[in-house]
């Protein structure tokens, strides 16, 4: 009892001693940034927020408010209201990163004819056994080009030609590659009777072989305006809450990346389906092209990210959507007896649908309207939203690539 007692006196002198009267109030100051660090970083509800941070009053709780940037940067992989609306579109942007690898190392595979020694076995070859036996097998051979005059053609324009240029069409070239039997092309064997194994559309091969590859720019200006987009989304719900200029930059960053995403996803309807009507095909993209700039124009100014004009953003981009309807009837029109048309405009609607429904929820709130509080963590309207914009990207992913192989085939 008395060596306690003792202790105690010997702990309070120390902190009141002459030795260093400071030492105790260091030790008290150290422990309050501690205490103070982690208060600051903690979650707080949606009425301690200040008020550039307050966008949707249904979702109560696990708010980060003004941290620094490294601890915002590493919220990233902790748990709060934001980390699903990060994390939905930043796998989007890896999904469209992969899905454009995966493009362009499949673009066409141009392939000088010369490589198969063709030129030999088409001069060589008899066309009018060529042409009995591809009525055989190939419905569509009404179709081809006269290929006696092909024979003419070619034998004529050989011998002042150094090289003969690509094949245009990717996928005939594979057929053709699969097709002809490796003593086709590294012998002297002439044997024309190879082709059986084709598909209907080869019918098509003669007419195309002199062609240049499509061009892919408006292709992969889709998808890098995709990329963007799910890219500045993530890093917009990841940094917002440092700061309130980071959260005006990143959210002007924010409204770009969906005007850049609409007006990218015209670049392939319009491109392709008017490349033989070049009046109609610049005044569309031109039209949207203006249109996505003054969007982007309009959501500089600061009154647009309020919450009172939630409604008024999500129909301003649903309106830019909206204005494709104009080229995909006049493409119905012009193409309507071309099943490819058909077919991009069902992935089309359909791409219309995912992002219509995105925007309605995302207006809406819903459904944490209905249960304030009950999906703060997941299942919010915004999160909805990115999911609905990401299934409605990977829809006209897929159009464009019907669109592509449409004009390979066809060209105009």
Known sequence: MVDNERNFTEKKSHCISDVDPRSCSSSKEGKGKQLWKKVRYRLVEYHSLPGYLKDNEYILHHYRSEWPLKQTLLSIFTIHNETLNVWTHLLGFFLFLCLTIYTAMNSPKVMDLSTLHLPEVLKKADFH???????????????????????????ISLPSMDYLPSLSNWYIVELLSNCLPERFTNSNHTDVCVLHSMKDDVASLISPVMVR?????????????????LLASSTCHLLSCHSERLSYIMLRVDYAGIAALITTSFYPLVYYSFMCYPIFCNLYIGFITLLGIGTILVSLLPVFQTPEYRGIRASLFSGMGVSGVAPILHKLVLFWHQPEAIHTTGYEILMGVFYGIGALVYAMRVPERWMPGKFDIAGHSHQLFHVFVVAGAYTHYRAGLIYLRWREVHGC
């Not at 190939?138 to 290929?147: A, H, K, T």
């Not at 590859?213 to 987009?229: D, E, K, Y």
């Open 129 to 155: 056994k060529l042409q009995m036996e591809l009525r055989t097998c190939l419905p569509s051979l009404p179709n081809m080009p006269n290929l006696h005059r092909f024979q003419q053609e070619l034998n």
């Open 213 to 229: 590859p499509i061009t892919r720019w408006p292709f992969f200006a889709f998808l890098g305006g995709a990329m963007f987009c």
